[in-house]
């Protein structure tokens, strides 16, 4: 069966108005250069098959169709030898035309093309309706740049010109499209001088010149001293490249993790593109990675916007959780079963998991305490979805007996045991709407108590996580605003007061409640956030933040974030001095000792969300700090095998202080990127392990291991008596490798350790 189509699918695609930047309030927005609703558009429209949303392939095949039938009819619209083509209305028509195919080729790339239609409707603008040539003017701006980037390669070939603030001054070897950027912003700047975000794009310019901050007009100056960092946590060099990471995508997710049980970190990325594979790099152990895509069985995985991984089964192998269709339209997710031999069989259909939705958040999480994973996917425009697992391979939606279904444009989903009751609770974080505090009632259903907890804010959410930012052992809650404004993330960097609402940072007061203490830390910044994840960038025992940012449009470049967790009292941007500040669209980000060498390093896919925005990806090398640490993977028994959930709490003593602790929850990180279920937990210098202490939620006993020795890697089974010590080959990315170091500087033996332990009853 053919669902209706329309014959000339993108007569609705040109915009209502030519004003690209339209606001909402006092909120400016950013301008549409990119072509991702008319793309969408296009596919929606177009013929299709019964199942089409099942079909990976076939999503492939109705993206391509789409975008060259509804191009050929955009162009057969504007011929003027068609006597019933737009070529014949009126001017606004023509340039509203012109401005969607200029899109449609933007959409992929095809930046000569596309800016040579916005040029000839700037044209017909100067000639017929002058109203129009500002707002043609930014997006000529905004595409120009666009194209010079590529012109230059910056997009596959990055190293550190696309990193801001520059750390050195580098000027394109093909500077032209940016001198007619330039021209274009500067024009448009002479009508509109205050615009802070055309402002901050022509900034951008003048660095691919080699000439930001001194070499533009100073009176469009976005001063750099906005973006400096109060301490200098030492520069993250990114190298992805030399350790053979060869990815070149669109936005998409990203696992950080042991598929292997060798003890090495291996990588597995997915692409928005509906036609793109997902990608797995096998860790090679000697710095480098290969890409076995292929071999693992994943070449067909095509698109997905986010990644999460699993255990599902309990047979000791991670498994793959693949969602689609967010921002765009209902799609399949994919379940992938790890055969335990480096490959993955989709069991999608078979384990009952393949509702179409429109979705890139979920969390697995085990909301009865039975030993089995479950399953919490967010929905956008519809209600949300809880599978419970059966324990024989399936799973069964009880959405709607539990309490959880209600409808909302959900962008993050994040499971925590807010009130340490030891049941799973979660939180969901939606876009123009109160978010939900879902509370477990301890009987399979959920109690909705956001406003009682005082934590249904921002209005407009994405990213979300419990983390217990000051260690005082209960979860905190964080959550990011998101708002597709250039010009209200530069107002932040400014100390301009916001019109949109700032991300939030809970604090949980052990009652129930929360308290905003957003701005008392420091948080109180509107950003653009989108992959979002949280780690230890210095062992300190206090977890940092970072930011990828960005939304669909070739306007939006702002720094991607990196925020550091002083001792749990407030947060400073340390962006500028880590330098890892990518300009580009940042998505699934994860931290991970991806070299055993004790420190976390930072990863992150990076690209938009059109093929022309796609951009390779970065491995941020952590420089190190001395700091000590523990990494702990822990295996269940009763509890999941891979003890989601399971609580750690370190019991640390400083020369001449007191106790002190670090708590974390096994999980993987933020609600946007996957980090490693395995914990790794900084220490400080030279403190103490007095106590290493860790809570089971489904056998509720609790394992005491005491005088643990900082810097090595052990694994934990539930109710074991005695910690294994594991031996990790540690080496230099891209580098040879290097021998694995303890706490006393000599080389860590093989054998495994007797330590004293107490097991509670």
Known sequence: MISPAATTPLQNTAPARILPSSATGAVRYAPNVGGKGEADLAFRNFPKQDGWNQNLNMMCDIRKQSLASVIGNVLKSLDAANPDGVAHGRPLDIIQMRYALANLYAYEGEMDKSIEQWQTAYEIAQAQLPGAMPELEEVLGIASLHKSEMDNDIYRHPGDQCIFPPHANRSFAKPASSEKAIEYLLKYLQRKPDALDVRWILNLAYMTLGKYPAGGPPQYLTPPTGFDSAEDVGRFVDV???????????????????????????????DFGQCAPMHYFHNNGDGTFADRTTQAG??????????????YNNDGCLDIFVL???????????????????????????????????????????????????????????????????????????????????????????????????????????????????????????????????????????????????????????????????????????????????LKLYKNLGNGKFRDVTAEVGLDRVFMPMGANFGDIDNDGYLDIYLGTGNPSYASMLPNVLLHNKEGRFFTDVTASSGTGELHKGHGAAFADIDNDGDEDLLEEIGGAVPGDSHAFRLFENPGNGNDWISLHLVGVKTNRA???????????????????????????????????????????????????????????????????????????????DYEKLKRPSFRLGGPQREQKSSAGEASPPSVSQPKEELAP
């Open 240 to 270: 992805a490249p030399a350790a053979g990471i060869n990815l070149y995508s669109m936005s998409g997710g990203l696992i950080v993790d042991d598929f292997e049980r060798n003890g090495l970190f291996d990588i597995v990325t997915s």
């Open 324 to 502: 689609r269709g967010a921002w765009e339209f209902p799609q399949r997710s994919s379940l992938l079963r790890n055969n335990c031999d480096g490959t993955f069989t989709d069991v999608t259909a078979a384990s009952g998991l393949n509702l179409p939705m429109q979705t890139q958040t979920g969390v697995w999480a085990d909301i009865d305490n039975d030993g089995y994973l479950d399953l919490f996917i967010g929905n956008e425009n519809g209600p949300s979805h809880l599978y419970r697992n059966k324990g024989d391979g399936t799973f069964e939606d009880i959405s709607h007996a539990a309490g959880i279904d209600r409808a909302a444009f959900t962008k993050g989903v994040v499971a925590g045991d807010y009130d340490n009751d030891g049941y799973v609770d979660f939180y969901v974080s939606n876009l123009n709407g109160d978010n939900f505090l879902y509370h477990n009632n301890h009987n399979g259903t959920f109690t909705d108590v956001a406003l009682q907890a005082g934590v249904q804010k921002p209005w407009q959410s994405f990213a979300a996580w419990f983390f217990d930012y000051d260690n005082d052992g209960w979860p905190d809650l964080f959550v990011t605003s998101y708002y597709v404004s250039v010009d209200e993330s530069i107002r932040s960097y400014l100390g301009l007061p916001p019109n949109a609402e700032t």
């Open 298 to 311: 994943l070449a067909d995985q095509l698109g997905g916007l986010n990644l999460i991984q699993t255990d």
């Open 643 to 721: 003890a989601i959930g399971a609580r750690i709490k370190v019991t640390l003593q400083d020369e001449g202080q007191p106790p002190r602790f670090v708590f974390r929850t096994v999980g993987s990180g933020g609600s946007f990127g996957a980090s490693p279920l395995t914990q790794h937990i900084g220490l400080g210098k030279s403190a103490r392990i007095l106590d290493l202490e860790i809570d089971w939620p489904v056998s509720k006993t609790t394992q005491h291991f005491v005088n643990v020795a900082p810097d090595q890697f052990l694994e934990i089974k539930e109710f074991a008596k």
